[in-house]
C-alpha cells in the first residue's frame, strides 16, 4: 500500500527556514516522480516542486524558485523540501506526492499523496 509520511511543519516567523521530510513506502520509489504541493484556504492546490526519478530534473513554482530546494535520496525513499526566506504567503498544508510519470511539472499528474503537514508563517 502507497503510504507518504510528512513531517518538519510548524510555525515560523517571515523570513525563516523549515526542512520537510516525507518517507515513502509500498511502491518503487525511485521509478517516480516526486513532489510537494501545497494548499491554502481559499486558493487552488499548488506544485510547489517537483523532482524526477532519479533527482536529475526539478521543477518549481515561480512564488517558490530561489528560496525552496527539493532533492531526494532514492536509498533511504526519502524526499525532502528545505525551505528559506519563508513568506507569510507560504502558510499552507504541504503534502508529498508521487506521480505516475518519472517527471512532472504539474499538479494533476501526482495521483497519490499524503496527510500532510502544517506550514504556518507569521510575525
Known amino acids: 500500500q502507497v503510504q507518504l509520511v510528512e513531517s518538519g511543519g510548524g510555525y515560523v516567523q517571515p523570513g525563516g527556514s523549515l526542512r520537510l521530510t516525507c518517507t515513502a513506502s509500498g511502491f518503487t520509489f525511485s521509478g517516480s516522480a516526486m513532489g510537494w504541493i501545497r494548499q491554502a484556504p481559499g486558493k487552488e492546490r499548488e506544485l510547489v516542486a517537483g523532482i524526477s526519478w532519479n533527482g536529475v530534473h526539478t521543477t518549481y513554482a515561480d512564488s517558490v524558485k530561489g528560496r525552496f530546494t527539493i532533492s531526494r535520496d532514492n536509498a533511504k525513499n526519502t524526499i525532502f523540501l528545505q525551505m528559506n526566506s519563508l513568506k507569510p504567503e507560504d502558510t499552507a498544508v504541504y503534502y508529498c506526492?508521487?506521480?505516475?510519470?518519472?517527471?512532472?511539472?504539474?499538479?494533476?499528474?501526482?495521483?497519490?499523496w499524503g496527510q500532510g503537514t502544517q506550514v504556518t508563517v507569521s510575525s
Open positions: 506526492a508521487r506521480s505516475h510519470y518519472i517527471l512532472a511539472t504539474s499538479q494533476n499528474e501526482y495521483a497519490w
